[in-house]
């Protein structure tokens, strides 16, 4: 991100996470939900697929469709269709990931119209650890913690530097 400070949630250490979470518990396949196609989102899958590849896994890759700018709405979720489609194609149990706690919860969405069950043939694990957002998902979801305090204590610790004047010791910051 330039010469600009920022502080990040370690997406690498996500990823980790994310793989060691399902991969304990016996799955043999999984996939990567994305949507945004932001920088966070790439990082996050890469780092899934990486530490997956390390045990010998593949990764597949749930895209949800794009719609045409005047057939997207402002809520959180969009036409779940084409996400609905492609998981009935994909081999179970199926272990997915997504980037955010909301991709969660699109995914579960799309199972519940497909007629996937949850978690018994395809589990879901967010991002964020929102605990609003994953206890009245449509099925209690389990999230990885970014430790979004954390991130926002070390912005404030670096906003206070330059607002002093200091010099930053560290220009990006990772927050396991």
């Not at 530490?51 to 045409?68: D, F, V």
């Not at 979720?77 to 149990?93: A, I």
């Not at 998902?137 to 070390?154: I, K, N």
Request: net charge negative; aromatic share 6%.
């Amino acid at each position: 991100l330039g010469g600009m400070a920022n502080v990040m949630p370690d997406n690498d250490a996500i990823g980790r996470l994310a793989a060691e979470h399902f991969l304990a518990r016996g799955f043999r396949h999984f996939c990567f939900f994305t949507r945004s196609g932001g920088p966070g989102e790439r990082m996050r899958m890469q780092a899934f697929r990486s530490h997956l590849a390390q045990a010998g896994q593949t990764l597949h890759h749930l895209a949800s469709p794009r719609l045409p700018a005047a057939k997207r709405g402002h809520g959180l979720r969009t036409d779940s269709g084409g996400v609905e489609q492609q998981l009935r194609k994909l081999p179970r149990p199926l272990a997915v990931f997504t980037e955010f706690d909301d991709r969660a919860i699109e995914v579960l969405d799309a199972c519940e119209t497909a007629g996937l069950s949850v978690p018994e043939e395809v589990a879901v694990l967010g991002t964020d650890n929102d605990e609003l957002r994953c206890r009245f998902a449509p099925v209690p979801l389990s999230s990885v913690d970014d430790d979004p305090q954390r991130q926002g204590y070390e912005a404030a610790r670096l906003l206070d530097q330059l607002m002093n004047g200091k010099p930053l010791e560290q220009r990006q910051v990772l927050v396991e």
